[in-house]
């Protein structure tokens, strides 16, 4: 079992500013890739951003045009944690943020796990 713990969010202005982070737990062999996604109401979640691993230092990073140039992934890999850095805020990024983590547990069995999700809400 995985179990992802999400934190940051909440409410800011527009122009304004969050973090959000993830560490992942459990029986954990290898990440092979961590990303957040965002969903509202009666519409299907979407990728925010998401960094795969690929054997380069920094591995391969993905963002969604909605957000590219204001939002920053990164990842520690000694922790098991993303981050998502989020500037230049908009209203149309208000949504419950979704952590996800896929990989290979410790008995050889692969896992793709989500977190519990965290709000952000953006004022105009």
């Known amino acids: 079992q995985v179990q992802l713990v999400e934190s940051g969010g909440g409410l800011v202005q527009a122009g304004g500013s969050l973090g959000l982070s993830c560490a992942a737990s459990g029986s954990i062999f290898s990440i092979n890739s961590m990303g957040w996604y965002r969903q509202t109401p009666g519409k299907q979640r979407e990728l925010v951003a998401a960094?795969?691993?690929?054997?380069?230092?920094?591995?391969?990073?993905t963002y969604s045009n909605a957000v590219k140039g204001r939002f920053t992934i990164s990842r520690d890999n000694a922790k098991n944690t993303v981050y998502l850095q989020m500037d230049s805020l908009k209203p149309e990024d208000t949504a419950v943020y979704y952590c996800?983590?896929?990989?290979?547990?410790?008995?050889?069995?692969?896992?793709?796990?989500w977190g519990q999700g965290t709000q952000v809400t953006v004022s105009s």
């Open positions: 996800n983590a896929i990989g290979w547990l410790v008995a050889a069995r692969s896992f793709d796990s």
């Open positions: 960094i795969t691993n690929d054997g380069s230092p920094d591995g391969t990073i």
